[in-house]
């Protein structure tokens, strides 16, 4: 079979396991992990380099859509909160896995710290309602910072292991990352001051909402490219590309042109490939440790950030902790990452995968139960009618 039949048959079984999660209450990535857990015993002979580049495109256009879910002002306004929320979270993570490999400090506790600290946004937007639109910017906050501050940390690691002992080039990655980012977050403030009209005349002029798009495209490509030069992974310039293109700047019109399409071509298309791909590639052990490490992370997870980000409610508090302990599928693409360059331990891999994934699924089964409780006339949280 080509390449096209084996994308035909994972979308297409993708997005059916997604409408019945979704019909479930579950997020439908979900129902797409899953068929691509069960399409792993099926598809033997795909042609995985093919598909991995997919995958891979499917990972460049979901970080251009949680780009676009947030601007750099709200970024920064809800940053006061997760930065901090975000340094606490891996703390604990990271001593927790201390005892799951011999109180000895290594690669393996740093990469897995940062899996286990990651946040899920389509969890986070599912459970919005009991946010409200303050705190929904915090947790996507801490979703968008957790999942780039995860990928960084996994480079560095990955660097770090190519040249051992020598840490001048990390040290110029890390300063080449920061200028580039800090000097895009410049140009971005400048320009919504001094062109911001100029640049929605400019897109007023284009006739077809493809035009729009491929501009943006060009765009989000450049900023991939040249992340991925300086030794950042390439789906960080597409998230930045999204961050920019707010509506602030380019106009309410505008950017509700740009996200009809990319959201129709990230999750019709690409998004499916790359959860599914995810499902595909994922490997764990299950046997009483693992269990354990599970159950252990994720309540002390949920006890941590629910005080933290703590309402008047005890199930407001609850389902927010859920929504910023709901690990995250990104996760599993950086245990990948460390796992085949050889700063992750094959064991340390297996726990902190499957730990993403059991998490997903208690943070969402944790807000739909909670939400069931409030409509049968328990405690409601503050703020819904």
Same mark, same amino acid.
């Given at each position: 079979?080509?390449?096209?039949?084996?994308?035909?048959?994972?979308?297409?079984?993708?997005? $059916? *396991? #997604? &409408? /019945?999660?979704?019909?479930?209450?579950?997020?439908?990535?979900?129902? =797409? +992990? @899953?068929?691509?857990?069960?399409?792993?015993?099926?598809?033997?002979?795909?042609?995985?380099?093919?598909?991995? $580049? *997919? #995958? &891979? /495109?499917?990972?460049?256009?979901?970080?251009?859509?949680?780009?676009? =879910? +947030? @601007?750099?002002?709200?970024?920064?306004?809800?940053?006061?909160?997760?930065?901090?929320?975000?340094?606490?979270?891996? *703390?604990?993570?990271?001593?927790?896995?201390?005892?799951?490999?011999?109180?000895?400090?290594?690669?393996?506790?740093?990469?897995?710290?940062?899996?286990?600290?990651?946040?899920?946004?389509?969890?986070?937007?599912?459970?919005?309602?009991?946010?409200?639109?303050?705190?929904?910017?915090?947790?996507?906050?801490?979703?968008?910072?957790?999942?780039?501050?995860?990928?960084?940390?996994?480079?560095?690691?990955?660097?770090?292991?190519?040249?051992?002992?020598?840490?001048?080039?990390?040290?110029?990655?890390?300063?080449?990352?920061?200028?580039?980012?800090?000097?895009?977050?410049?140009?971005?403030?400048?320009?919504?001051?001094?062109?911001?009209?100029?640049?929605?005349?400019?897109?007023?002029?284009?006739?077809?909402?493809?035009?729009?798009?491929?501009?943006?495209?060009?765009?989000?490509?450049?900023?991939?490219?040249?992340?991925?030069?300086?030794?950042?992974?390439?789906?960080?310039?597409?998230?930045?590309?999204?961050?920019?293109?707010?509506?602030?700047?380019?106009?309410?019109?505008?950017?509700?042109?740009?996200?009809?399409?990319?959201?129709?071509?990230?999750?019709?298309?690409?998004?499916?490939?790359?959860?599914?791909?995810?499902?595909?590639?994922?490997?764990?052990?299950?046997?009483?440790?693992?269990?354990?490490?599970?159950?252990?992370?994720?309540?002390?997870?949920?006890?941590?950030?629910?005080?933290?980000?703590?309402?008047?409610?005890?199930?407001?508090?609850?389902?927010?902790?859920?929504?910023?302990?709901?690990?995250?599928?990104?996760?599993?693409?950086?245990?990948?990452?460390?796992?085949?360059?050889?700063?992750?331990?094959?064991?340390?891999?297996?726990?902190?995968?499957?730990?993403?994934?059991?998490?997903?699924?208690?943070?969402?089964?944790?807000?739909?139960?909670?939400?069931?409780?409030?409509?049968?006339?328990?405690?409601?949280?503050?703020?819904?009618?």
């Amino acid at each position: 079979m080509q390449i096209i039949g084996y994308v035909f048959v994972i979308i297409a079984f993708a997005r $059916l *396991l #997604a &409408e /019945l999660f979704e019909r479930l209450g579950y997020p439908g990535f979900l129902g =797409e +992990i @899953t068929a691509g857990m069960i399409l792993s015993a099926v598809l033997v002979n795909m042609p995985r380099d093919q598909m991995a $580049l *997919l #995958a &891979e /495109l499917g990972l460049f256009f979901l970080m251009i859509s949680a780009g676009l =879910e +947030i @601007t750099p002002e709200e970024l920064h306004y809800a940053g006061k909160t997760t930065l901090p929320l975000y340094a606490v979270t891996y *703390l604990v993570m990271f001593l927790l896995t201390l005892p799951f490999t011999g109180w000895a400090v290594s690669s393996d506790n740093i990469i897995a710290a940062a899996i286990l600290s990651t946040a899920s946004a389509p969890i986070v937007l599912r459970l919005k309602r009991f946010f409200g639109e303050d705190f929904l910017h915090v947790a996507l906050s801490y979703a968008v910072i957790s999942e780039v501050m995860s990928l960084v940390i996994v480079y560095i690691m990955v660097r770090i292991h190519e040249s051992p002992g020598d840490y001048t080039p990390v040290l110029e990655s890390i300063l080449k990352d920061a200028v580039f980012i800090g000097g895009l977050m410049y140009v971005n403030y400048i320009i919504g001051i001094k062109d911001k009209v100029r640049i929605i005349r400019f897109l007023r002029r284009l006739k077809s909402d493809e035009a729009v798009f491929g501009l943006f495209m060009v765009f989000s490509t450049s900023l991939a490219f040249i992340s991925e030069e300086i030794g950042m992974h390439f789906s960080i310039g597409g998230f930045l590309a999204g961050l920019m293109m707010h509506s602030d700047l380019v106009g309410t019109k505008q950017y509700d042109r740009l996200t009809t399409i990319v959201s129709g071509v990230t999750y019709g298309i690409f998004a499916p490939i790359f959860f599914a791909w995810r499902g595909l590639n994922f490997e764990t052990e299950l046997s009483f440790v693992v269990m354990e490490f599970f159950v252990v992370v994720y309540v002390i997870r949920l006890t941590v950030s629910s005080l933290i980000v703590r309402k008047e409610t005890v199930s407001t508090s609850l389902v927010r902790g859920a929504g910023i302990a709901s690990f995250g599928v990104l996760g599993l693409l950086v245990g990948e990452i460390g796992f085949v360059s050889g700063v992750l331990s094959e064991h340390m891999y297996a726990m902190a995968s499957l730990a993403s994934i059991l998490g997903i699924f208690t943070s969402a089964t944790l807000g739909r139960v909670i939400k069931w409780r409030d409509k049968r006339g328990g405690e409601l949280p503050a703020g819904v009618p």
